[in-house]
């Protein structure tokens, strides 16, 4: 089974730029998690969906929003993009049940904003 | 709110020395507790995960876990470190209820490994 694949791995953006991102999760995972992580803040969640709808949701400014088609398939977007957005983000998908079960995660898509 | 510490920013061991990753998390009830390692320019891999029962947990490649409810900790070990365990560390608490939850991460552990 192919992994968790985010693309592109790379991006390089200028301030006040919008940019959008792409996560496709492991064949028959319904939730699909995004993340943004870096050096000074650490690993942060960002929004979950799960069946095309948003689950949970982070402490982000609504410039950062996503979505998730009926093929499981997640974008996530980020308007108006600040310096500040630099960082890694990560997609992780997972078979959602009933009850918890693993996170796999993808490379994730290095954004660098100018 | 639930919080995770990893006190240790680095921790250098020589190859095939033992290492104790340390974590303590803070939670009401009990959590959901998670370590994951992530090499460069990867994304985050499971190495185990504690929900329930046995205190002591196994995880992939040799690494170990246990939770101490009255220390509200969760230490990662592993007896004898390779070379390839050179990565950064995480632990993670959850919560949540009917599949759905929210992670949150500790600031991370960069195990540096000397042959």
């Known amino acids: 089974k192919a992994g968790v694949t985010q693309t592109p791995r790379y991006l390089i953006k200028t301030r006040g730029q919008q940019v959008t991102l792409s996560c496709s999760p492991i064949?028959?995972?319904?939730?699909v998690s995004w993340y943004q992580q870096t050096p000074g803040q650490g690993l942060q969640f960002l929004f979950e969906?799960?069946?095309?709808?948003?689950?949970n949701k982070g402490n982000f400014p609504g410039r950062f929003s996503g979505r998730q088609f009926s093929n499981s398939r997640s974008e996530m977007n980020v308007s108006t993009l600040e310096l500040g957005d630099s960082a890694l983000y990560l997609c992780?998908?997972?078979?959602?049940?009933?009850?918890?079960?693993?996170?796999?995660f993808g490379p994730g898509t290095r954004l660098t904003v100018l | 709110a639930q919080s995770v510490t990893q006190p240790d920013i680095h921790i250098t061991v020589s190859e095939g020395a033992s290492l104790e990753l340390r974590c303590n998390y803070s939670y009401g009830a009990t959590p959901y507790l998670f370590w994951y390692v992530q090499s460069p320019g990867q994304g985050l891999q499971l190495l185990l995960k504690y929900f329930s029962g046995d205190t002591l947990v196994q995880g992939i490649k040799g690494f170990e876990a246990e939770f101490k409810r009255s220390q509200s900790s969760f230490n990662l070990r592993k007896p004898s470190v390779h070379w390839s365990d050179a990565a950064e560390y995480f632990c993670?608490?959850?919560?949540?209820?009917?599949?759905?939850?929210?992670?949150?991460f500790g600031r991370g552990t960069s195990l540096i490994v000397h042959p």
């Open positions: 993670a608490v959850a919560h949540g209820s009917g599949g759905s939850y929210i992670p949150t």
């Open positions: 992780a998908s997972r078979s959602q049940e009933t009850s918890y079960n693993e996170q796999f």
């Open positions: 064949s028959g995972h319904r939730s």
């Open positions: 969906y799960f069946s095309e709808t948003q689950r």
